[in-house]
């Protein structure tokens, strides 16, 4: 498998060339360069898929973690060194074909959606360099590599958000998604410290004498690597970032978050599995409880907002919570008692990547047809745009939990799951997936179908897109109807062995059911051209309405937190002390320095017979210091 | 009468050439006159490395030769110091210590 470098090279190699003479050259060669370098790496990203799948199972049943390629990077001790290879396993390989399929579709959409941008090239260098960055991430044979590459998802995903700079709203979303991600990512950082000093090794296999010895320090460790892992998948209450990085180009919201960079911290989770389970499950049972309450809160922000990117991004975060508590509820390593929550989360982050994926491209086309994000200039939309029309909706039954879509299979198993730790978390996501039904196909119902803006539509006829823009919504439509059908419990599941998916016949009705009806409430309340009862109940609730329009001003709160408690009490005193006391020290050290320089100064003066005659001076009393002593 | 001549004669002589060295560097503001002195004591110390190899040391030739090198010295001085001077007048058209200061601190 040695090819699997190229994997990492051809991105990074496609970011080097179009970074350096992007410039100079057209827009299509540009583009060109970029999406056949990702076809190559998504070509062999499959290839590497079905040899890896296709090879013999260990004698255990699971099958070999390979590592194709490791070199020692930086060693510090005999023990402990960082390296950079490359490592397959089953969710690495999974998590391959995500990126690169989601990846290639971007790519390949952006050549429409990008048509005539300023810096069309530089976009695609950055994307490449996306790419490359979260594909190292994937592969990472250890904790630090992993970590390298998580903060190189965090600059391109930085440069992306920033791409049109010249927009002050994009600029502060860039800053703000790095500032908060990179603060969360301080905890990842101390946590895989404690974890490299007390396992004295950075790969994710310590040895048994360590754990033996250490065990106890693991869920601090741990627990610090998941507040960077919610920073990145954008928990409650470090979501903040994600719905204002939706400032960036769409295709970029579909690759970098909803796709791939957010659920990093789901691929955390599961990449430190067996040591949460075997030594911090309640740290465990805490990462399910806050994505528990981030699926809640965000499914209600996304019921009341009027931009259809934004409401995707709340439906993101919540969906990302939904992994999260997949994970959350696991107790066992076998999936047959309390370990399904591995395979389900996985499962779910495989489809959701891709309809997901699907329902921002899809937004993208409607922005590119009406040049807003705003509901109210759509509204009629399935007249004009028939191919966006069916795969949105298709991506939105999948998202929805509709058999036989993919998102049904995924999120029966999570429910599954969920009802097997306690009926209490397992109703509470039963219910926020009803939730989620709802405000998904009131996005539906406002874009397509509802209260049309005519004089805007008359004004512009909204047009379809042309073919390279719907070629990916085709291609992830139909991945969305296949993908429930794949047996991924082969593939993935918590200990390795195969695991044969099967419907829990009460929870997959119950799951049906509750989608079905929040569907109906949704075409009850927004699919006519009047829509009375939605009007009626945003005004009779209009408190729990503009709260929930401004994200239950959690922003709010943070602006508070930080400007008036961290900045006013904790960081002016400090700033004074710095200034006053610290600088003002040494202002007079420099003081004292020039103050005696000065009185000195003058014994330089320039005459030749001043100075010999201190010389002269000097050697007498040197000489009489000599003779006398 | 024949007086004999002694070390101590010669030393006496090197002595008084020596401060008339000193005092002229220390008093005389012109750099000409500076450099007169400066090579009355470079003879000074050249007088008394004579003398002392010629009536302590007969046999051998040390201090013989550190006066040749001395006045081989005092030589070179002498040309640079002078092209020093003349470059020095140029610029500020006169030779006088006390007003060319501008390499003060």
């Known amino acids: ?629 | 009468m024949e007086i004999e001549i002694h070390v101590i004669h010669y030393l006496v002589i090197s002595t008084v050439m020596m401060f008339c060295g000193v005092y002229g560097f220390f008093t005389r503001k012109n750099l000409l006159a500076l450099l007169i002195s400066v090579e009355l004591m470079l003879n000074a110390t050249n007088i008394n490395f004579a003398v002392f190899n010629r009536y302590l040391f007969p046999g051998q030739l040390e201090g013989h030769f550190f006066s040749l090198f001395g006045i081989a010295i005092a030589a070179a001085e002498t040309a640079v110091a002078i092209a020093i001077i003349i470059n020095v007048y140029r610029n500020v058209k006169h030779i006088l210590t006390d007003d060319i200061t501008d390499l003060k601190g």
């Open chain 1, 1 to 629: 498998m040695d090819y699997t470098i190229l994997i990492l090279a051809l991105p990074l190699l496609s970011f080097l060339v179009l970074a350096l003479a992007g410039m100079k050259m057209p827009h299509r060669v540009a583009g060109a360069i970029g999406t056949l370098s990702l076809g190559a790496v998504a070509v062999l990203s499959y290839l590497t898929a079905f040899s890896y799948f296709t090879a013999e199972r260990t004698a255990e049943g699971t099958y070999p973690t390979l590592t194709p390629w490791n070199i020692d990077w930086l060693p510090f001790t005999q023990q402990l060194h960082i390296d950079m290879g490359i490592m397959l396993d089953p969710i690495s390989v999974m998590m391959l074909i995500v990126i690169s399929t989601v990846s290639l579709m971007v790519h390949i959409y952006s050549f429409g959606y990008m048509k005539g941008e300023k810096g069309f090239q530089r976009y695609y260098a950055f994307l490449s360099l996306f790419t490359f960055s979260m594909l190292g991430l994937v592969v990472a044979t250890n904790i630090f590599q992993m970590y390298v590459f998580w903060e190189l998802v965090g600059v391109s995903s930085y440069l992306l958000i920033g791409f049109y700079y010249t927009k002050p709203e994009a600029i502060l979303a860039s800053k703000k998604a790095f500032i908060v991600t990179r603060f969360a990512d301080l905890g990842f950082l101390i946590g895989i410290l404690i974890y490299g000093y007390y396992m004295q090794t950075f790969t994710f296999t310590p040895s048994e004498e360590q754990l033996m010895k250490a065990g106890m320090v693991l869920p601090w460790a741990l627990g610090l690597m998941f507040v960077g892992g919610a920073g990145k998948s954008a928990m409650f209450p470090l979501h903040i970032w994600l719905p204002d990085a939706m400032e960036g180009p769409t295709p970029v919201s579909a690759l970098i978050h909803a796709a791939t960079m957010v659920v990093a911290g789901v691929y955390l989770v599961a990449r430190m599995f067996p040591l949460f389970i075997g030594f911090a499950p309640s740290v465990l049972h805490w990462v399910a409880y806050i994505g528990a309450f981030t699926a809640f809160y965000a499914a209600s922000v996304a019921c009341a907002q009027s931009d259809i990117k934004r409401v995707l991004a709340f439906s993101t975060i919540s969906q990302i919570g939904f992994m999260m508590v997949a994970l959350g509820v696991c107790t066992s390593m076998n999936p047959h008692e309390g370990g399904l929550g591995y395979m389900a989360g996985m499962f779910h982050l495989f489809t959701h990547a891709m309809f997901k994926a699907l329902l921002f491209l899809g937004a993208g086309c409607i922005i590119h047809a009406v040049h807003s994000n705003e509901m109210e200039t759509m509204g009629g939309l399935h007249k004009y745009m028939p191919i966006t029309h069916i795969t949105f909706l298709i991506a939105c039954l999948a998202i929805a939990g509709i058999p036989p879509f993919s998102g049904f299979f995924s999120k029966d198993e999570i429910l599954t799951a969920c009802f097997q730790f306690s009926p209490v978390i397992g109703w509470v996501m039963t219910i926020i997936a009803g939730m989620t039904a709802f405000y998904m196909f009131r996005l539906y119902y406002c874009i397509f179908w509802g209260k049309e803006n005519k004089e805007l539509h008359a004004a512009h006829v909204p047009h379809e897109s042309p073919l390279n823009m719907t070629f990916p919504l085709m291609f992830l439509a139909a991945v969305t109807l296949i993908a429930g059908f794949i047996p991924f419990g082969h593939f993935v599941s918590a200990n390795g062995e195969s695991y044969d998916i099967h419907l829990d016949i009460q929870v997959a009705a119950t799951s049906i059911v509750v989608a079905l009806i929040a569907i109906g409430l949704a075409t009850w309340m927004y699919a006519r051209e009047k829509q009375p009862v939605a009007e009626m109940l945003a005004r009779r609730y209009s408190g729990l309405h503009r709260a929930a329009y401004k994200r239950f001003y959690m922003d709010e709160v943070w602006m508070f937190v930080t400007k008036r408690i961290i900045f006013r009490c904790i960081s002016t005193p400090l700033a004074w002390f710095d200034r006053h006391v610290i600088d003002q020290f040494m202002n007079f050290m420099a003081w004292c320095t020039q103050a005696f320089g000065v009185t000195v100064q003058p014994a330089q003066s320039g005459r030749i017979q001043t100075y010999t005659m201190w010389f002269l001076g000097g050697i007498i009393l040197l000489t009489l210091v000599l003779l006398l002593f």
